[in-house]
Nanobody
Framework: QVQLVESGGGLVQTGGSLRLSCTAS????????MGWFRQAPGKERSFVGA????????DYADSVKGRFTISRDNAKKTVYLQMNSLKPEDTAVYYC????????????????????WGQGTQVTVSS
Protein backbone atom coordinates (compact mmCIF):
# COMPACT_ATOMS: atom_id res chain seq x y z
CA GLN A 1 0.00 0.00 0.00
CA VAL A 2 1.26 3.46 -0.91
CA GLN A 3 -0.05 6.78 0.34
CA LEU A 4 0.78 9.99 -1.49
CA VAL A 5 0.43 13.51 -0.13
CA GLU A 6 0.81 16.57 -2.35
CA SER A 7 1.71 20.01 -1.06
CA GLY A 8 2.87 23.37 -2.33
CA GLY A 9 -0.17 24.58 -4.19
CA GLY A 10 -1.50 28.08 -3.89
CA LEU A 11 -2.34 31.32 -5.65
CA VAL A 12 0.23 32.89 -7.95
CA GLN A 13 0.22 35.59 -10.60
CA THR A 14 0.75 34.98 -14.28
CA GLY A 15 4.43 34.43 -14.93
CA GLY A 16 5.10 33.25 -11.41
CA SER A 17 6.45 29.95 -10.12
CA LEU A 18 5.41 27.23 -7.72
CA ARG A 19 6.97 23.97 -6.65
CA LEU A 20 4.72 21.09 -5.79
CA SER A 21 5.87 18.17 -3.69
CA CYS A 22 4.48 14.68 -3.44
CA THR A 23 5.67 12.58 -0.53
CA ALA A 24 5.04 8.86 -0.35
CA SER A 25 4.69 6.48 2.51
CA UNK A 26 4.75 2.76 2.18
CA UNK A 27 6.81 0.49 0.04
CA UNK A 28 8.27 0.52 -3.44
CA UNK A 29 8.31 4.27 -4.14
CA UNK A 30 11.83 4.13 -5.50
CA UNK A 31 10.96 1.34 -7.94
CA UNK A 32 7.98 3.05 -9.61
CA UNK A 33 7.53 5.78 -12.15
CA MET A 34 5.74 8.84 -10.80
CA GLY A 35 3.28 10.94 -12.75
CA TRP A 36 1.73 14.35 -12.33
CA PHE A 37 -1.77 15.05 -13.56
CA ARG A 38 -4.14 17.98 -13.34
CA GLN A 39 -7.84 18.58 -13.54
CA ALA A 40 -9.36 21.95 -14.25
CA PRO A 41 -13.01 22.73 -13.44
CA GLY A 42 -15.31 21.13 -15.97
CA LYS A 43 -12.49 19.26 -17.68
CA GLU A 44 -11.13 15.75 -17.58
CA ARG A 45 -7.96 14.94 -15.73
CA SER A 46 -4.95 15.25 -18.01
CA PHE A 47 -1.35 14.10 -18.01
CA VAL A 48 1.20 16.75 -17.07
CA GLY A 49 4.40 14.74 -16.93
CA ALA A 50 6.21 11.80 -15.42
CA UNK A 51 9.59 10.64 -14.24
CA UNK A 52 11.06 7.17 -14.24
CA UNK A 53 12.07 5.28 -11.13
CA UNK A 54 15.72 6.32 -11.32
CA UNK A 55 14.93 9.95 -11.97
CA UNK A 56 16.92 10.16 -15.21
CA UNK A 57 14.08 10.13 -17.72
CA UNK A 58 11.13 12.51 -17.88
CA ASP A 59 8.22 13.10 -20.19
CA TYR A 60 5.95 16.13 -20.43
CA ALA A 61 2.74 17.19 -22.04
CA ASP A 62 3.30 19.65 -24.86
CA SER A 63 1.38 22.32 -22.96
CA VAL A 64 3.96 22.42 -20.16
CA LYS A 65 7.15 21.46 -21.97
CA GLY A 66 9.91 23.97 -21.29
CA ARG A 67 8.07 25.47 -18.31
CA PHE A 68 7.62 22.53 -15.90
CA THR A 69 10.30 20.23 -14.53
CA ILE A 70 9.83 16.98 -12.63
CA SER A 71 12.48 15.61 -10.30
CA ARG A 72 12.60 13.09 -7.49
CA ASP A 73 14.53 12.26 -4.36
CA ASN A 74 14.12 8.57 -3.64
CA ALA A 75 15.83 8.85 -0.27
CA LYS A 76 13.11 11.29 0.78
CA LYS A 77 10.39 9.40 -1.11
CA THR A 78 9.42 12.67 -2.72
CA VAL A 79 8.76 13.79 -6.27
CA TYR A 80 8.65 17.44 -7.25
CA LEU A 81 6.94 19.48 -9.93
CA GLN A 82 8.64 22.81 -10.53
CA MET A 83 6.29 25.09 -12.42
CA ASN A 84 7.64 28.26 -14.01
CA SER A 85 6.10 30.90 -16.29
CA LEU A 86 2.65 29.95 -15.04
CA LYS A 87 -0.39 30.85 -17.08
CA PRO A 88 -4.07 31.13 -16.11
CA GLU A 89 -4.74 27.96 -18.09
CA ASP A 90 -2.49 26.08 -15.65
CA THR A 91 -5.13 26.59 -12.96
CA ALA A 92 -6.21 23.15 -11.77
CA VAL A 93 -6.01 20.61 -9.01
CA TYR A 94 -2.71 18.79 -9.38
CA TYR A 95 -2.31 15.14 -8.50
CA CYS A 96 0.64 12.81 -8.25
CA UNK A 97 0.40 9.09 -8.83
CA UNK A 98 2.53 5.98 -8.96
CA UNK A 99 2.58 4.31 -12.33
CA UNK A 100 3.53 1.23 -14.25
CA UNK A 101 5.35 -1.92 -13.33
CA UNK A 102 8.41 -2.00 -11.14
CA UNK A 103 11.53 -0.60 -12.80
CA UNK A 104 9.63 0.48 -15.91
CA UNK A 105 12.04 1.40 -18.70
CA UNK A 106 9.63 2.29 -21.47
CA UNK A 107 8.64 5.75 -22.64
CA UNK A 108 4.84 5.61 -22.80
CA UNK A 109 4.21 7.41 -19.55
CA UNK A 110 0.77 8.83 -20.36
CA UNK A 111 -0.57 5.33 -20.91
CA UNK A 112 0.80 3.67 -17.80
CA UNK A 113 -1.55 2.20 -15.24
CA UNK A 114 -1.43 4.76 -12.41
CA UNK A 115 -2.70 3.01 -9.33
CA UNK A 116 -2.06 5.08 -6.22
CA TRP A 117 -3.11 8.73 -6.17
CA GLY A 118 -2.72 11.66 -3.85
CA GLN A 119 -5.59 13.86 -2.75
CA GLY A 120 -4.55 16.75 -4.94
CA THR A 121 -3.40 20.31 -4.38
CA GLN A 122 -5.01 23.41 -5.87
CA VAL A 123 -2.98 25.70 -8.10
CA THR A 124 -4.60 28.97 -9.11
CA VAL A 125 -2.92 31.37 -11.53
CA SER A 126 -4.40 34.84 -11.64
CA SER A 127 -4.26 37.00 -14.75
Amino acid sequence: QVQLVESGGGLVQTGGSLRLSCTASGRAFSTRAMGWFRQAPGKERSFVGAINWRGDTTDYADSVKGRFTISRDNAKKTVYLQMNSLKPEDTAVYYCATGGPLFYTGRDYPSLDYDYWGQGTQVTVSS
